[in-house]
């Protein structure tokens, strides 16, 4: 296809020759006698590139293309000034104007059909990049609706922000370094008197993690219905569905692996049994004495031939078991320390008395402040039971 180019020009002498010239230049060539029809073929005719001339009745050049310049239709079409005028203050004020060169010689024929060509391969590359980006971002906002579906389906898989329960009281804070994340965590009923609880923090962050978790939470769900309700084997269940995990997911099946904690409360007894595949132990914290670690740190999930003994504890009233991911550990500051184990035991020490909703928020603050508010570089999951 012909390239389209338009010659704005009163002087009809001087618009034939530049016309015929370029008509054998293989060029589609138009023709306008003043600004005024100028600007109306342009609009009109979309052509590639506009040759204007500067001095003209009526209009001048410069004026046309600030018109030019203001029509959405028009406005992207390179302008080559044609001009004896050869005051660099004219060419400036033409530049300024919105042109994209300035040519003093028209005679020389050659120069001005270099220049046409150059600037009709810069339209041609600077149109393409724009392509390009209209297609990325269209693309991007293609991802961005996904990762939103993602992360709208992760966040299904975390506790109701309402759930409790007659002899307990739940709150919990979950925050992704990116839009969704590799950490989910949840506390499934099993029957009227037991309740299972578990966090995971699969390595890595982003869709890849997140999509593991999907699969993870997917079958501890599916494996707690399905689970004997007797009485003498629910609290067996974190030893079964961990060692039972194990073999569901090595590290060959995602080329990912993770840590998990997992355990069952009597919600009439107080007892507790946990079994921990590689994850920072939770924190009991009993209101009359120091908290306690809930030792077990074992391999974490994915291990061939790993076993995972099961731990009981026995809690009492308002004891508060803290569970969380290693996300907070390593927050960092300014001066790139790591929040790290002592500073986080610290708090939990100062803030057991809190109530679960006030006790989350607290720590939320706190890593904030440690952090002068900046992104974590990886999730951040927290969940506080008080019995």
């Not at 060539?29 to 979309?46: F, M, P, R, T």
């Not at 390179?78 to 040519?103: A, H, Q, R, W, Y």
């Not at 990049?129 to 966040?155: G, P, T, W």
């Not at 291990?303 to 927050?331: M, N, W």
Request: one cysteine or more.
């Amino acid at each position: 296809m012909k390239e389209k180019l338009l010659v704005i020009n009163d002087d009809d002498d001087v618009r034939d020759v530049i016309s015929l010239f370029l008509k054998s230049r293989a060029f589609e060539v138009l023709e306008a006698s003043d600004g005024y029809q100028g600007i109306e073929k342009a609009a009109l005719n979309a052509p590639d590139l506009i040759l204007l001339d500067v001095m003209m009745p009526g209009i001048d050049g410069y004026q046309v293309c600030r018109e030019l310049k203001k029509n959405p239709a028009t406005k992207e079409i390179p302008v080559i000034f044609l001009s004896s005028l050869n005051d660099p203050k004219d060419k400036i004020t033409g530049l300024e104007s919105g042109g994209v060169d300035f040519v003093t010689r028209v005679e020389d024929k050659g120069e001005l059909l270099a220049r046409v060509q150059t600037h009709l391969k810069l339209a041609a590359l600077t149109n393409a990049v724009k392509e390009q980006n209209a297609e990325l971002i269209q693309k991007q906002r293609l991802l961005d609706n996904d990762l939103k579906m993602a992360a709208s389906i992760q966040r299904s898989l975390l506790p109701d922000k309402k759930f409790q329960s007659a002899h307990m009281t739940f709150a919990w804070k979950c925050l992704p370094c990116e839009m969704i994340g590799g950490d989910i965590f949840n506390s499934v009923p099993v029957d009227e008197s037991h309740a299972a609880v578990y966090i995971l923090d699969v390595s890595g962050h982003g869709v890849a993690s997140a999509m593991v978790t999907v699969a993870i939470s997917q079958f501890i769900q599916q494996f707690i219905r399905s689970f004997p309700k007797n009485q003498g084997s629910i609290m067996n269940l974190p030893q079964v569905i961990t060692e039972q995990m194990n073999k569901e997911f090595p590290y060959e099946r995602f080329n990912e692996f993770f840590t998990l904690f997992f355990m069952v409360i009597n919600t009439e007894t107080a007892e507790v049994s946990y079994c921990n595949g590689g994850h920072p132990p939770p924190v009991i914290l009993r209101p009359e004495h120091l908290f306690e670690v809930m030792e077990g740190n074992e391999f974490a999930i994915g291990i061939a031939d790993a076993r995972y003994p099961l731990h009981r504890k026995k809690l009492q009233k308002k004891d508060k078991i803290v569970l969380y991911t290693d996300g907070i550990l390593e927050c960092r500051n300014s001066l790139d320390e790591m929040y790290g184990q002592d500073r986080f035991y610290t708090l939990l020490e100062k803030i057991k008395s809190e109530e679960p909703d006030n006790f989350v928020h607290r720590i939320s603050v706190e890593l904030s402040e440690f952090t002068l508010g900046s992104p974590p570089m990886d999730d951040i999951s927290l969940m506080v039971i008080e019995f």
